[in-house]
């Protein structure tokens, strides 16, 4: 499979499509599915996974499916405990996030399907997901036209977390629905842009925890990107034009439009500096160069609106889901303290990546059982080694956190008193 690649989903069973980006190949069609907005996501480089439709309104589940990146067929179907709307995995697919109907958040760990924590973010559904760069804050928006960011470390200590009330930051300041939200890439001073159904996109500081600006469009923007050196941004609306705004311009934002849509912008995603990519309702896929603001390909998804179009780089090397479990629908409690089970591997560039002990005993027993040369035992205790090292590196995490927290509350009684 060629390098980085286009996939696009529909709300109507159209399957996925596929298409090297560069070439503009196609490649697979992945079969059987009928993906909401913001349901369709990578989950690492091994495997693609979707949120389902509802049959109907009355409905009270619909599945999540995942797919081999070299087959077609379908293969995972987890039925979770109501319906999900939104997903999102972190970069190395160790953890799935789905925002239900409810307006409950729901965090499952990939390699066991266990459901490890599920709490109620919001007043009505979750529509969009976001991460920031280091993975270590997730960003929600809602119907209730709320966004609130969560520290997902902070998340899994039980003593701390208190479901709804334990948001970083909560920002109310949209007065309709949250249609899109993206986070910015910024390491001193990172961002986050929203998109509402009223007509609004506004920038969000996460260092500062407030409003930067609020910028008024001409129409609905259902889709976001931003551009990877932070200069300016993308909202693609639903008079079909992408509007290109400036960051960091207060009056008169608006450096570009991209006209060639006839109908709604669905999703948009940027490639790099110099490529966006754009679905609409007509159900085709534009590639532009930034530069020329022209486009240089279309491809064509289906007789469908698109309801999401993302830019991946699969891995080369076959994921097979046959022994993939599916998602657990209820968070098992017999574990007792997630908190005190859950390891926080370190991964480059600090991105943190979780995974539960229960996975590392297992791998440990499958080690035991299936081998039992010199080289096996070797293998086993230098598992066994690593991972009480990493037992201690995350206690020093957690008491990273509440010093940093203790300080930041005494710092706020400091600035009330004088």
């Known amino acids: 499979m060629e390098g980085d690649i286009i996939i696009a989903s529909s709300p109507v069973d159209t399957g996925i499509n596929s298409w090297g980006i560069n070439s503009g190949t196609k490649l697979l069609t992945y079969k059987t599915c009928t993906s909401p907005r913001h349901g369709l996501t ?5 495997f693609i996974a979707s949120s389902q439709v509802r049959a ?34 972190n970069s190395e697919g ?6 239900g109907a409810s307006g409950s958040i729901y965090l499952w760990e990939v390699a066991s399907g266990k459901l490890l924590k599920k709490w109620h973010a919001h007043y009505r559904s979750v529509t969009c ?5 280091d993975e270590s804050l997730l960003i929600s928006g809602s119907d209730d036209g709320g ?13 701390r977390f208190q479901s709804s009330s334990s948001y970083l930051y909560s920002f109310t300041e949209h007065a309709l629905r949250i249609t899109d939200v993206v986070s910015g890439r910024g390491l001193s001073n990172s961002i986050i842009i929203s998109s509402s159904e009223d007509r609004t996109c506004k920038i969000f500081s996460l260092s500062e925890g407030k409003i930067l600006r609020s910028i008024t469009l001409d129409s609905i923007a259902d889709a976001l990107a931003i551009d990877p050196g932070e200069h300016r941004f ?8 992408i509007y290109i705004k400036a960051l960091n311009v207060e009056k008169n934002p608006t450096i570009g439009i991209l006209f060639d849509h006839s109908v709604a912008v669905t999703s948009i995603a940027c490639q790099n500096g110099t490529t966006l990519v754009s679905g609409s309702e007509d159900g085709i896929i534009r590639i532009w ?12 998804h289906a007789k469908a609106p698109i309801s999401n179009v993302l830019v991946v780089k699969p891995t080369r090397q076959a994921t097979n889901l046959s022994h993939q479990p599916p998602l657990s629908k209820y968070v098992d409690s017999s574990e007792g303290d997630l908190g005190s089970n859950l390891v926080i591997l370190p991964q480059p560039c600090w991105k943190p990546n979780y995974l539960s002990s229960g996975v590392m005993s297992h791998q440990l027993k499958e080690l035991q059982e299936n081998n039992s040369s010199a080289a096996a035992e070797m293998e086993v205790e230098r598992l066994r080694i690593e991972n009480k090292k990493l037992v201690e590196m995350a206690e020093k995490w957690k008491k990273l956190c509440q010093d940093q927290q203790s300080f930041f509350v005494n710092e706020l009684l400091d600035n009330v008193k004088t």
């Open 42 to 46: 990578a989950v690492g480089s091994r």
């Open 56 to 89: 109907s309104q009355s409905a009270s589940s619909a599945p999540i499916y995942f797919w081999s990146w070299d087959k077609p067929q379908l293969g995972v179907k987890s039925f979770p405990a109501e319906p999900i709307g939104p997903l999102i995995a």
């Open 94 to 99: 160790t953890y799935l996030i789905g925002g």
């Open 129 to 133: 997901f976001a991460l920031s760069d």
């Open 147 to 159: 966004i609130r960011v969560w520290n997902l470390v902070s998340i899994f200590d039980a003593s």
């Open 234 to 241: 993308y909202a693609g609306c639903r008079d079909g034009k």
């Open 289 to 300: 160069d930034i530069m020329t603001q022209h486009v240089v390909r279309m491809l064509k």
